[in-house]
């Protein structure tokens, strides 16, 4: 009987022992949901903060796609900066032969072209600048002594190669979805295709090349001639704008 008594006894104190440590684990519930509840609530805008400051880290690199990878039209654009900046400079010295050979109209057409490659120069290096690249100052080697009309013909040979290139820098810049690259490259080709119309022009007419009274959409460096235009055919740049060369 005795040691039935103390096993008896033994069991409800065993109960009694569980019983509270039941209770207290429940009394203890809502203090252990409010813990879970500030870890959580401190967690969440920890790990999206985190996430923000990968994302913005991803969004410096400068040139690169969604996977880190250096887009191509990057380097498109550093080269065409650098073709751009060159033929400016070329333009300009081949002004300043035609004015020495007295061919006045040549002379006013290089300075048009001139102007326009130098507004193409500053948009791309713009644009360039805005993805956080640095444009490279492209290294002028030596100009070809010739004459005014050679370099009307060299001018278009020129001409004619960028806009096949700009064509494929175009089709590039679209398939890595780098919009405004396409946009310039779009507009640079079609005042280039102005540039070559109006060099072939100059070719073609020889010596009664007319002179015209240019001007220039200073968006897009497309070339006005006489035709009398109420905006930009390449942006939509309104005739007010134009700047007179
Ligand atoms: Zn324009």
Request: aromatic share 8%; net charge positive.
């Amino acid at each position: 009987m005795e040691i039935a008594a103390f096993l008896q006894e033994q069991l409800i104190e065993r109960y009694r022992i569980s019983s509270l440590i039941l209770e207290g684990y429940i009394m203890k519930a809502p203090a252990r949901f409010l813990h879970f509840v500030v870890v959580i609530a401190l967690l969440v805008p920890m790990m999206l903060w985190f996430s923000s400051c990968q994302k913005k880290e991803e969004a410096k690199q400068p040139g690169t796609s969604a996977t880190g990878q250096k887009l191509v039209t990057i380097d498109n654009l550093q080269r065409a900066y650098g073709a751009e900046s060159k033929r400016a400079l070329w333009y300009d010295r081949f002004s300043r032969q035609a004015m020495k050979e007295n061919l006045g109209d040549i002379a006013v057409l290089f300075r048009a072209l001139s102007r326009s490659e130098k507004v193409h120069a500053e948009a791309v290096a713009k644009l360039l600048k805005s993805k956080g690249v640095e444009p490279i100052a492209p290294t002028i080697d030596s100009i070809p002594p010739g004459k005014a009309k050679q370099y009307l013909k060299l001018s278009l040979s020129n001409e004619n190669l960028e806009q096949n290139m700009y064509l494929a820098d175009t089709a590039k810049a679209r398939e890595e979805n780098f919009t405004e690259a396409a946009e310039w490259f779009r507009r640079a080709l079609e005042a280039d295709a102005r540039h070559g119309r109006l060099l072939k022009k100059a070719i073609e007419l020889e010596t009664n090349f007319a002179r015209l009274p240019y001007e220039m959409c200073p968006e897009c460096g497309y070339i006005v001639g006489s035709d009398k235009l109420e905006e930009c055919p390449v942006c939509k740049t309104k005739k007010d704008k134009f700047q007179k060369i």
